[in-house]
């Protein structure tokens, strides 16, 4: 079982439509963040957050430390959202060294107009 | 815009040769991560360098080495290329390590034949 699991893997929307993609770990963390990446490969950090909630424009990410789990939600989901995006976390630290992320599979996002 | 430009942008060697991947961090950014991406996975964290010293490693072997300069520029070297190197490679700086933003570079796409 993976350290960081997302769901669901693929997403199909209409144009307006709320969209929510979670975002379950299994290790104790210091940070989590939520990523976004389009076709050929970049990579843009869109939050870091390590409790409660963050905003950003249409963009809502919420963390439950308690639960393991977290959120990203988009509200009038537009064509130009449609990306894949990831969750990563940054385990709490062990004393042994830096760790990087430890990232999920990622969420593929369609948003039909 | 990121300010973290990688070079080249792809690559194709043959297995056994070596290979050298560049990346520039973001100005004032002091700790540079690596991550290999093969397609379809998320990313995995190869090492993490921090002011010069390696100072944190993922489950890679040794022949994957790397180098961060003195102006927090930095290599990503590959020895005795394997056909399951191939993927995308992107280095990520920040300020602070793990638990602060992360700025990807666009990523170097290497193929080993």
């Known amino acids: 079982k993976n350290e960081v699991e997302q769901s669901p893997q693929n997403l199909t929307a209409q144009e307006g439509e709320f969209i929510t993609i979670n975002c379950s770990y299994s290790?104790?963390?210091?940070?989590l963040h939520w990523l976004q990446q389009h076709p050929g490969g970049g990579i843009v950090s869109l939050f870091m957050l390590s409790s409660g909630k963050k905003k950003h424009g249409r963009l809502i990410a919420t963390i439950n430390i308690q639960e393991k789990h977290s959120s990203l939600h988009i509200t009038a989901s537009h064509p130009r959202d449609s990306a894949v995006y990831i969750c990563a976390a940054h385990r709490m630290y062990s004393g042994g060294g830096a760790d990087g992320l430890t990232f999920g599979k990622g969420t593929h996002l369609i948003i039909q107009p | 815009e990121t300010g973290v430009t990688q070079s080249p942008t792809h690559l194709i060697k043959t297995r056994g040769q070596q290979v050298t991947l560049r990346c520039s961090s973001q100005?004032?950014?002091?700790?540079v991560s690596w991550y290999q991406q093969a397609l379809g996975q998320g990313p995995q964290f190869i090492f993490q360098y921090y002011r010069e010293e390696e100072n944190g490693r993922g489950n890679f072997p040794p022949r994957f080495s790397g180098l961060q300069f003195p102006n927090y520029s930095s290599e990503l070297n590959v020895n005795a290329l394997e056909l399951d190197d191939s993927a995308l490679y992107l280095c990520a700086s920040s300020y602070q390590g793990s638990t602060d933003t992360q700025y990807f570079g666009p990523g170097t796409r290497l193929t080993v034949l």
């Open positions: 290790v104790g963390i210091s940070a």
């Open positions: 100005s004032g950014h002091n700790t």
